[in-house]
Every structure is written in structure tokens, then in C-alpha cells.
């Protein structure tokens, strides 16, 4: 079904970044890069190919004007734009948002709402990152809230999200990101592959971490070192487990500072590349961990569902936005979050249950294959494009 009404626009590569796809794909939305029109005027064919700075700013990861307001409120956006900066750049949106033929616009996380209305047109902002100021409680920017009460509909990624956004009195829906089985399925790829290149690790129980690393005001917001002091705990308990590390060298670099021994760094490749999609079928145990962070604690992350398509057991470290979707003791092996020593009695406890592994793993698949796919989703992404 095609919906020619709308367009999609991004700061984040449009041919690459799966939520654009994913409108493409299901509603046959058109997407481009959201430029202000400046940028398009000097460079019209420019296409920042690899990019992932979230604003047109000349391919830097911040706005490049300074806001006087600063002084008296300090509150940043996720692009460090604050007020008076972020209002020049919606002026600046609007002449090159003219100029696309459509009569909605949707927009990912709340950038140029205000350009959008001004040119008259409907807009949906597709809030892929709930944004706070702070790292210990959830404070938005007033821009980000004025954007979002203005636009027409906000499609929330999480459950957790939806319910705040709700009680704001914004106008919200929840369409959560899931997973492109055609895409990426670590069930359409022999766990050889993988062991072939580990050999080393065939015999293990493997315990797996694939994911970035994420610090907001030098804190780490993913809580990746919580695993690592795990760890080291599990391996003085378990010699016949290893830690799989697709990630940061740093994390790797942390693990070995810790004194952990049975530690591999694996390749990092493409997030559908074979090897890796071989590596989340080869693994035992996926690891999600999580902060209070409030981007963090209140996702639906990407990872998660990834872990989920891999049929493997997952242990959680409990978060608003992970128990949106898995339940203990059902799906997952939910545990207190910051807890490192429960983190590694958990995957000691799996380590040794098997079967528990299985039946975990299995229903995970399930739950994912019956309402987190893209193709579950489609329908819903239609009805809510014609609600609009």
C-alpha cells in the first residue's frame, strides 16, 4: 500500500537507518536527509554517506550556533542546541521543506516541527531517542516539549515512553522499532560459521555482549562495565564459561584491567553481516544491561530485539523499557539493575540449566516472531499514517 502523503526525514543516513526503511518498506513513504536550506542550496547532491550526526550541521554531531539564553537556562537538546539556536534552524528548515511535494512530514526525534506546521503541513515526530538534560532523572528541553505537544502525532518506541508522553497530554502512539526477520535472523545462519573462526570457544558455555559504547558526561549510560565485574565473578565460580565482546575495544581493554581471563574480542562487522548474525546463534547467553539514564532506562533497545531474534536465553538488567517486553522466568532472566553480583548469579544459574536456556530462548523467538517483526508492525504503521 502506498501512502504518498507523507515523507520521512532524517538526519541520520535514510538509506541505511532502519526506521526509514521500515516506513518505505510497509507504507511506501519516501525519506530524505533533513537539510536546512543553506545546506541544500551549496550542496544539493551532498549525501554524507556513512553519517550519523543527527542534525544537517554540516555533518558535526552539534548545532554550530551558539545561544546566548545558555546563561540563564542551560538545558540541552541532544544536539546541544538549548532555545534561540534551535528556533534558527527551524527558519532555517523552512524554505527547503517547501519545496518537497507532500502534505505530511514525518521526522525523527523533534527536529523541525515548527518548520513542518509553518509550511502547512500535517507532521509526526518518530521519537526514536526520549532526550533529558540531565543523567539522573528525566528533565526535557522546554524546545523538545513545545515540539512535541505541537506536532500531530508522536510515535512513541517504547511502552514506557508512550505512558509519560500520555500524561503530558501529548497526542501519542506506540509502534515499537522490532526487528526485519528478512533481514536480520540469526536463525537463517549456521552457528559454524562463527565456530569455524572461535574454534577455541566450541566447548564453552559462551556468554555474549554485542553492542556500543555510549557516555553521556564521561559516564558509561549502557552499563557495560557491570558485566565485566560480573564476570569476573562468574569465571572464579565457572571455569567453563567465556565472555564474547563484539564491541568498543575499550570494553575489552576493561575486561582485561579487571583481571577477567576468558575474554574474546570478536570481530565487529555490520549489524546483518553473516558472522555476526552466526555469532548471536552460537552464543548461550545474551547479555542486555542498562543505567538510569533516562534514553536508556526507558528504551526499547534495538539490541534487545536483536537478542530476542538470536532464540538464545537473555539476561536483563530490569529497566521501564525492558520490562515493556519480557518477563521473568517467561522470556528472560530479569535481574535488579546495578547489581553486579546478582547480574553473575544469574548467568552462573543459566550456565548450569540448559534447559532453562532453552525454554527462556525459545519463548523469547516466539514473542518476537508473533508482534516484534516488521511485518507484524506494517499494518499498524498504515493505520496510523491514515489517522493522521
Not at 7 to 28: S, V
Not at 275 to 293: H, K, P, Q
Not at 326 to 353: C, F, N, T, V, W
Request: hydrophobic share 40%; charged share 25%.
Amino acid at each position: 500500500m502506498s501512502d504518498n502523503r507523507w515523507i520521512y526525514l532524517t538526519g541520520l543516513d535514510p538509506q541505511f537507518y532502519p526506521r526509514p526503511r521500515f516506513f518505505a518498506k510497509c507504507c511506501a513513504v519516501r525519506s530524505y536527509w533533513l537539510r536546512t536550506f543553506l545546506g541544500h542550496y551549496l550542496n544539493p547532491g551532498k549525501t554524507r554517506k556513512g553519517s550519523t550526526a543527527p542534525r544537517d550541521t554540516g555533518g558535526k554531531s552539534k548545532t554550530t550556533i551558539r545561544d546566548p539564553l545558555t546563561i540563564m537556562y542551560n538545558c540541552s537538546r541532544q544536539d546541544k542546541g538549548v532555545a534561540l539556536n534551535v528556533m534558527a534552524l527551524e527558519i532555517l528548515y523552512l524554505p527547503y521543506l517547501l519545496k518537497l511535494e507532500t502534505s505530511g512530514i514525518i521526522v525523527m526525534n523533534p527536529h523541525a516541527v515548527y518548520a513542518a506546521r509553518a509550511s502547512r503541513r500535517k507532521v509526526i515526530v518518530d521519537l526514536m531517542d526520549f532526550w533529558s538534560c540531565e543523567l539522573d532523572r528525566l528533565h526535557l528541553n522546554v524546545m523538545d516539549y513545545k515540539f512535541l505537544k505541537k506536532a500531530n502525532l508522536v510515535i512513541a518506541w517504547s511502552k514506557a515512553i508512550y505512558e509519560i508522553l500520555n500524561r503530558l497530554g501529548i497526542s501519542v502512539e506506540y509502534l515499537p522499532f522490532a526487528v526485519d526477520l528478512s533481514e536480520f535472523d540469526p536463525l537463517s545462519v549456521p552457528s559454524s560459521l562463527f565456530l569455524e573462526k572461535y574454534p577455541h570457544v566450541s566447548d564453552r558455555v559462551r556468554v555474549a555482549y554485542s553492542g556500543g559504547v555510549w557516555e553521556v558526561g564521561g559516564k558509561d549510560v549502557l552499563g557495560v562495565e557491570k558485566l565485566v565485574k560480573a564476570f569476573k565473578l562468574v569465571e572464579e565460580k565457572e571455569k567453563n564459561v567465556v565472555l564474547l565482546l563484539q564491541t568498543s575495544p575499550k570494553v575489552v581493554e576493561l575486561a582485561r584491567s579487571y583481571g577477567v581471563k576468558n575474554v574474546v574480542k570478536i570481530e565487529r562487522t555490520p549489524y546483518n553481516d553473516p558472522l555476526r548474525l552466526s555469532f548471536f546463534r552460537a552464543a548461550d547467553i545474551m547479555v542486555l544491561t542498562g543505567s538510569r539514564y533516562p534514553a536508556v532506562y526507558l528504551a526499547e533497545r534495538t539490541t534487545m530485539f536483536q537478542y530476542m531474534a538470536s532464540g538464545n536465553a537473555i539476561v536483563a538488567e530490569s529497566t521501564l523499557g525492558t520490562r515493556g517486553v519480557l518477563e521473568h522466568g517467561k522470556d528472560a532472566y530479569i535481574i535488579e539493575l546495578d547489581q553486579p553480583k546478582k547480574l553473575a548469579e544469574a548467568i552462573l544459574e543459566l550456565a548450569k540449566d540448559e534447559g532453562l536456556r532453552k525454554y527462556l530462548g525459545k519463548n523469547a523467538r516466539v514473542k518476537l516472531e508473533r508482534t516484534y517483526t516488521w511485518e507484524k508492525l506494517a499494518e499498524r504503521a498504515r493505520k496510523l499514517l491514515e489517522s493522521v
